[in-house]
């Protein structure tokens, strides 16, 4: 997950109230402001969230997705909204991945990717740390920039793997985990919050999160229904296993998480030319075609090349009329390749356009300098289309798919 990287020169838009309790609250209103855009958005439900955080220069969707919808099951919970470190997770992810990538002699991914079963897997393995004790940031710069220290990982695990004395020797790990203490600072063995003195362990044992109360959930017909399935994406370091369940019961986690307040983290293709970053939403354009023209606009239609009539396409200033996704569909995208493991998010609300379309509403963590401080607006046929999956608490899972899976 996390294929590219966004610089920072966005568009500014209208605000989203920050409360002093240190999370966002969200009153169900229209997006006025959106009407530049062609689209005017109407919140239903929106969950409590914490602040929109920025990844910057660095492939860490996976972790930015996972902290949030941590951060905001605390809330659900009752707890006070949290501030998490997403570095902590990643370094410890990359003395995994290291470990990994030498027992196969380099024939497995080592990349700054990861995926929606990373951050339970560090929760519960290694802990968690606080913002404030950990912020990851030791090598010079304000925010996360990562091409150096990606870099430098992996030219290192390279020359490990190249065997040059015949055996490996004893230090190349301790050499590798001091590169991360070089760029990302010492884990502390002891920090202290609210006058507690706490280790990684014990602090996220604090806070009441449990790895096996969240489940990943996919949906390919390439894999038996209802039963358990490695998701062959690269990032997917760990071989986590995945629920897999039709398109249309995935649909249905999701509508029932919002519904009952629950957080996800959405793993899904955003390379598609109607998403629509800067300007807040997530569509998928049915395609137009010679039949769809009438007179003078048919005779521009035809003179145009390939490629302008698929700028054409995308040239969107309001609701379109969207393809109609089936399984079959969804799964063809998959297996060509147009569908791909690109970034991760966090599914946070529900709303409308001023046509009545529905909508997923999306935190991201590209900054806030974007039309809704960045948040997205996603539809449903982009979600049926191009999700790779989610994670989601159990508790929300919708009985009926809840006992197809217990069956199994």
């Known amino acids: 997950m996390e294929k590219r990287l966004i610089a920072a020169a966005l568009t500014a838009g209208m605000g989203i109230s920050l409360m002093a309790s240190g999370f966002n609250n969200f009153d169900v209103k229209e997006n006025a402001e959106a009407d530049s855009t062609g689209f005017t958005f109407t919140d239903i439900k929106v969950i409590p969230t914490t602040p929109v955080k920025d990844q910057n220069k660095s492939g860490t969707c996976w972790c930015f997705a ?24 990643v370094r410890q992810c990359y003395i995994d991945k290291a470990d990994r990538y030498v027992r196969m002699y380099g024939a497995t991914n080592f990349a700054a990717g990861g995926s929606i079963a990373d951050v339970p897997y560090v929760w519960e393995r290694y802990g968690a740390l606080p913002e404030s004790a950990y912020p990851g940031l030791g090598y010079g710069e304000e925010k996360h920039v990562h091409g150096e220290l990606d870099a430098v990982l992996k030219a290192y695990l390279d020359a490990v793997i190249r065997r040059s004395d015949k055996r490996l020797s004893t230090a190349w790990r301790k050499g590798f985990e001091a590169i991360l ?30 790895k096996d109360d969240y489940v990943a959930v996919t949906s390919f017909t390439h894999q038996p229904f209802y039963e358990p399935m490695v998701l062959e994406v690269a990032d997917n370091w760990l071989w986590a296993s995945y629920e897999n369940v039709p398109m249309d019961e995935l649909k249905a986690i999701v509508d029932n998480a919002m519904e009952k307040g629950y957080p996800i983290v959405w793993a899904a293709d ?14 998928m354009p049915k395609e137009r075609t010679a039949a769809d023209m009438e007179g003078t606009e048919l005779s521009r239609w035809v003179k145009l090349s390939d490629k302008e009539r698929q700028e054409k396409q995308f040239d969107i200033n309001g609701p379109v009329e969207e393809i109609e996704v089936t399984q079959e569909s969804r799964q063809a995208m998959f297996d060509r390749q147009e569908t791909t493991d690109d970034h991760g998010m966090e599914i946070v609300g529900t709303a409308t356009d001023q046509e009545g379309n529905r909508y997923y509403k999306v935190k991201n963590s590209w900054d806030t300098n974007q ?29 009926s798919v809840k006992k197809k899976l217990e069956k199994k």
């Open 270 to 283: 955003v390379s598609e030319g109607g998403f629509k970053w800067t300007k807040g939403y997530a569509v």
């Open 66 to 89: 996972g902290t949030s919808m941590f951060e905001d099951e605390i809330v659900r919970r009752g707890g006070k909204p949290l501030d998490l470190s997403e570095m902590f997770t």
């Open 181 to 210: 203490d070089a760029y990302l600072g010492e884990v502390p063995e002891t920090f202290t919050v609210d006058g507690k003195t706490y280790t990684p362990k014990s602090y996220a044992e604090s806070l009441g999160l449990k």
């Open 371 to 399: 039309i809704y401080d960045g948040f997205f607006y996603v539809s449903e046929p982009y979600f049926l289309s191009k999700t790779l999956s989610i994670l989601v608490h159990k508790d929300a899972l919708p009985s």
